[in-house]
């Protein structure tokens, strides 16, 4: 049950993690081994120490979208400011290794990110195929140990976030979303950052109480099922009075008010147990009344009871939230729980209550229902979502790679028989050119030596795969994209989750209608400069073996 309105009392720092690691799991040891045996391998060519330049992007949109939201990045500081080999790793990796010299575990034990530096995106970007989200540069050692932490801490959050802001787009700007997945998450860790991400991506809070202690969300609820089937009488009721409003308030026999009113309306056929349990909530929590009336029968029982027991609130003094359905044919049960709730203010003559009641949904609700309810028509205020949510059911997995586009500051490419896995070489800055109307027309990727292009100047934008393909762009405004954030240290302090939630909500609504629809929506222009272009494929021809053909 909340305590202030429909949600919880807020709780916790909204500076998200604070000083410690993401979570007790996220340490040198969370990569898979290949990389440890590649760092060896580099270790004895002496190569650990040649500089090296990292990309973290990912390929394809994810849920036939055209759009990501980048998230994660905080984690990804927080995992490099806390980079240590502790001795029971070093002891376990000298057991997984035992040919490996010593010497190998004295530079692992030593080994932190001060060497590093990090480029990226602000966390809440709303990104595209192929942008480096992250830009790593360092001794390729350390670089190459990093590879599954960033992509493990990055992939989970992008998606989420994404999955989120695509729910928060079905329901639209007005309804207030609730994420309620702790109990269908991926493990413990799975939940509790499920809970940040979602709200990045556009919820308005939570029902995890950890998520709202460290994260500073809002936290929220009903009750379950089992709590309306514990009564079976009035006589199960530890007390039948409720205390009055305001602090001089005196005790008052709510039962008998309930009762009379039960009879004014002849509705002595409800669950008499249902009825007992709403005003065992009214009297624990006579402020934020909100009954789940699903339990035995909603339109027979349970919102009858609910308008029972509200009516003797608003009697006595009190303002009563709502009623959560958790099961049934959303849309029809929540348009006749308004109707009911009308014809009730008509009757009752309780000026606004009908319009004042909260309608709260859940019942394994995702993307698709949202959209399915919005086409039938419904009356509900507020969604609780959970599995389709944390779960990502839709799509499991976003797919990000991270690739090595420069070594000894010589670009490299990696090539492929699948064109779409052709990466794009040289160390790149990334602008965001924005037409007149205000909506950006294309993501330009170029080397970083390049001079950055200026507003109201001509830029060739070529695309990456397809050499048929350019487009001039004359933006009205250009923006830089990527900022440092780690360079052998953090750069900026971490924003506050509500500051990347505002940041993902603003970017998303400055692009055009059909980048975001949920049917067919147009693909965002992602292109690189004409230099890259030259770059790329020179350095493709170079590479690419000549098939000999006898």
């Given amino acids: 049950m909340a305590s202030d309105g429909e949600f919880g009392v ?56 055209e759009y990501v939201i980048f998230a994660g990045l905080s984690d990804v500081v927080s995992f490099l400011d806390h980079y240590k080999f502790t001795p029971e790793h070093i002891a376990y990796l000298r057991s997984q290794m035992p040919a490996a010299k010593p010497e ?49 801490i990055v992939n989970f959050a992008s998606l989420v ?50 998520a709202g202690m460290l994260f500073g969300m809002k936290v929220g609820g009903t009750h379950a099922h089992s709590f309306v089937q514990s009564f079976s009488s009035m006589e199960d009721l530890e007390t039948r009075m409720i205390r009055l409003p305001g602090d001089e308030g005196r005790d008052i026999d709510f039962v008998d008010i309930v009762l009379r009113i039960r009879t004014q309306f002849g509705w002595e056929h409800t669950n008499t147990g249902e009825l007992a349990s709403f005003i065992c909530i009214c009297q624990a929590f006579p402020e934020s009344f909100l009954a789940l009336v699903d339990t035995y029968d909603t339109l027979v029982s349970g919102i009858p009871n609910f308008i029972i027991v509200a009516l003797a609130m608003y009697e006595i003094g009190y303002q009563p939230i709502g009623i959560r359905l958790d099961s049934g044919d959303l849309a029809y049960l929540s348009l ?92 790149k800055v990334l602008y965001r050119l924005y037409g007149k109307a205000g909506y950006p027309l294309v993501d330009l990727m170029q080397l970083e030596e390049e001079e950055a292009p200026k507003p109201a100047e001509r830029v060739m934008c070529r695309h990456p795969l397809d050499p048929t393909k350019r487009v001039v762009c004359v933006p009205a405004q250009v923006l830089k994209l990527h900022h440092i954030v780690w360079d052998g240290g953090p750069c900026q302090e971490n924003p506050t989750i509500s500051e990347v939630r505002s940041r993902a909500m603003k970017e998303l609504s400055e692009l055009r209608h059909d ?36």
Wanted: with cysteine.
């Fill in 10 to 65: 807020r709780t916790g720092s909204e500076k998200g993690l604070g000083p410690k690691a993401p979570c007790n799991f996220v340490n040198p040891l969370l990569t898979d081994m290949y990389q440890v045996t590649m760092c060896y391998a580099y270790w004895k060519a002496n190569k650990h120490n040649t500089t090296a330049v990292f990309e973290l992007f990912f390929r394809k949109n994810p849920f036939n979208g």
């Fill in 104 to 152: 190998f575990f004295d530079y692992l034990r030593d080994l932190d990110c001060s060497q590093v530096r990090v480029h990226a995106l602000q966390e809440g970007s709303v990104v595209f195929p192929r942008e480096p989200l992250i830009r790593l540069e360092g001794p390729v050692g350390i670089c190459q140990l990093l590879e599954t932490s960033f992509l493990c």
């Fill in 161 to 210: 976030a994404t999955n989120a802001a695509r729910m928060r787009q079905a329901a639209g700007p007005n309804k207030t979303l609730l994420e309620f997945g702790l109990r269908r998450a991926q493990g413990p860790d799975g939940g509790v950052s499920a809970s940040r991400y979602c709200y990045i991506g556009g919820f308005d809070g939570t029902s995890n109480a950890l």
């Fill in 336 to 427: 006749e729980a308004r109707r009911m709730f009308e014809t009730v203010e008509e009757q009752y003559k309780v000026e606004g209550m009908a319009k004042a009641l909260k309608i709260v949904a859940s019942n394994d609700i995702g993307e698709d229902t949202l959209h399915s309810l919005n086409q039938q028509g419904h009356s509900i205020d507020t969604f609780g979502i959970g599995t389709h949510l944390v779960t990502c059911q839709n799509q499991p997995a976003l797919g990000c790679v991270y690739k090595l586009v420069e070594f000894d500051k010589k670009p490299r490419i990696k090539l492929s028989q699948e064109i779409k896995k052709v990466s794009v070489p040289g160390k």
């Fill in 515 to 550: 980048h975001v629809r949920h049917l067919n929506p147009t693909p965002y222009k992602v292109s690189l400069s004409e230099n890259l272009f030259k770059t790329m494929y020179d350095l493709w021809r170079e590479e690419a073996p000549i098939l000999e053909l006898t």
